[in-house]
C-alpha cells in the first residue's frame, strides 16, 4: 500500500513581517533602556508593563479559541454547520449569535472559531455574527459582569443591556456582510494550514497540526497589536476620563475610544468599566458592548483575516448600534 502523503506548500515568510518589526522594536528598547536606569524611565515601564499584561491575559484564551478550532475542523461533521442553515433566513443570524453562548472564549479565540466555520461550511454572515456575540454572551463574561455589577442598582440595565446591545450590533454587522461570499471576505492564508490530509492521517496529528496552525496564525497579530495597544495606553492622558464623564454624548464616544485603546480581554472588562463610577449607565454600556468587538489588537486580527474593508464596516456598523442603543437606555432609565 502507498504511504501517506501530506502536500505541504512553501511558506509565504511576508506575513511574519508584522511580528518581527513588533518583536524587533521590543528587543532594541529593551537594549536601549538596559543601559540606563529603569526607574527614571517610568513611561517605558508602564508600556511593557501593559503589553505584557495584555499578552498574558490574551494568550490562554487565543490558545483556547485554537483548541475550539481544531475541534470544530476535525471532530466536528460539517452537517452540523449546514443545518444551521436550514433555518428560516431572518433566524440565521440570530441563532449563529446565541451560540455564542455555548463557546467560552473572548474576543481573540472567537476569530479562528469563525473562520474554521465559515470554511466547514456556514453562511459567513452567520460566522461573522458568532465572531462578535461569543466575546460578549459566552457565560464566562456574563459571570463576570454579574459580579461586576452585583449589589449595584444598575445590575440588571448592565447586565440583560449588553447581552441584548451584543447580540443586536453582532446581528447587525452580519446582516450588512450577508451579501458577500467566502471569498469575497476571508484572506487566503497560504503560510499556515495548507495541508492536504490523506484519509489515513490520525486525526489526533490532524488536530495538533490545525491548532498549531491557527495559534500561530492568530498570535503573531496579537503580539503587533498588545505593542501597539501599550503605546497608546502609555501616551494618552488619563484625565482626559474625567473632563469628558459629564458631557453628553462624548461621554458614550470617550469610553467606546478608551475600550478601543485598552483592548481589555471581554473575560475582564466589566471590572474595569464598574471602576468608573463618574460615568453613567449609557456610558460603561458602551465600553462593555464596543471593545469587545472593535479594539487595537482585533483591528490587526481582522486585517489578517478578512478582506480589505471589514474593519471600517464593523467599526462603523458597531459603533451606530451602541451609540443609539446606549443612548435609549439611558433615557428609559433616566
Known amino acids: 500500500m502507498a504511504q501517506a502523503t501530506i502536500d505541504r506548500r512553501p511558506t509565504d515568510s511576508v506575513g511574519?513581517?508584522?511580528?518581527?518589526?513588533?518583536?524587533?522594536?521590543?528587543v532594541a528598547l529593551g537594549a536601549a533602556f538596559s543601559l540606563a536606569d529603569p526607574a527614571r524611565i517610568p513611561?517605558?515601564?508602564n508600556l511593557f508593563l501593559v503589553f505584557g499584561s495584555l499578552m498574558i491575559e490574551a494568550?490562554?484564551?487565543?490558545?483556547?479559541?485554537?483548541?475550539?478550532?481544531a475541534l470544530i475542523e476535525v471532530?466536528?461533521?460539517?452537517s452540523a454547520f449546514e443545518k444551521l442553515a436550514l433555518l428560516p433566513r431572518p433566524l440565521q443570524l440570530p441563532a449563529a449569535g446565541l451560540a455564542g453562548m455555548a463557546f467560552p472564549v473572548c474576543e481573540c479565540g472567537s476569530v479562528p472559531v469563525a473562520r474554521r466555520m465559515a470554511d466547514k461550511g456556514l453562511a459567513p454572515s452567520a460566522a461573522i455574527t458568532f465572531m462578535l456575540a461569543a466575546p460578549i454572551l459566552n457565560p464566562v463574561v456574563i459571570a463576570s459582569t454579574v459580579v461586576a455589577y452585583r449589589g449595584r442598582e444598575t445590575?440588571?440595565?448592565?447586565v440583560l443591556g449588553r447581552m441584548s446591545l451584543g447580540l443586536v450590533a453582532a446581528v447587525a454587522v452580519g446582516w450588512v456582510m450577508a451579501g458577500r461570499s467566502k471569498e469575497a471576505l476571508l484572506?487566503?492564508?497560504?503560510d499556515v494550514d495548507h495541508e492536504h490530509v490523506h484519509p489515513e492521517r490520525s486525526k489526533p496529528t490532524a488536530f495538533v497540526s490545525h491548532l498549531t496552525g491557527d495559534f500561530i496564525f492568530m498570535g503573531r497579530f496579537l503580539v503587533l497589536g498588545a505593542?501597539?495597544?501599550?503605546?497608546?495606553?502609555t501616551f494618552v492622558p488619563q484625565s482626559f476620563i474625567g473632563r469628558v464623564a459629564d458631557t453628553p454624548v462624548l461621554d458614550l464616544v470617550a469610553l467606546m475610544g478608551l475600550a478601543f485603546l485598552l483592548s481589555l480581554c471581554s473575560e475582564s472588562d466589566a471590572f474595569v468599566a464598574a471602576s468608573f463610577v463618574q460615568f453613567g449607565v449609557g456610558a460603561q454600556l458602551a465600553f462593555l458592548v464596543f471593545g469587545p468587538m472593535v479594539d487595537t489588537k482585533l483591528g490587526f486580527l481582522y486585517r489578517g483575516t478578512f478582506t480589505k474593508g471589514f474593519l471600517r464596516t464593523v467599526v462603523l456598523v458597531v459603533?451606530?448600534?451602541?451609540l443609539a442603543g446606549t443612548l435609549w437606555i439611558e433615557v428609559l432609565i433616566g
Open 16 to 26: 511574519w513581517r508584522p511580528i518581527y518589526a513588533a518583536l524587533g522594536g521590543l
Open 43 to 45: 513611561e517605558v515601564q
Open 59 to 69: 494568550v490562554p484564551f487565543v490558545l483556547l479559541g485554537a483548541v475550539v478550532s
Open 75 to 78: 471532530y466536528v461533521p460539517a
Open 155 to 158: 445590575f440588571w440595565p448592565m
Open 187 to 190: 484572506r487566503p492564508r497560504p
Open 227 to 233: 505593542f501597539v495597544a501599550g503605546v497608546m495606553q
Open 319 to 322: 459603533g451606530a448600534v451602541t
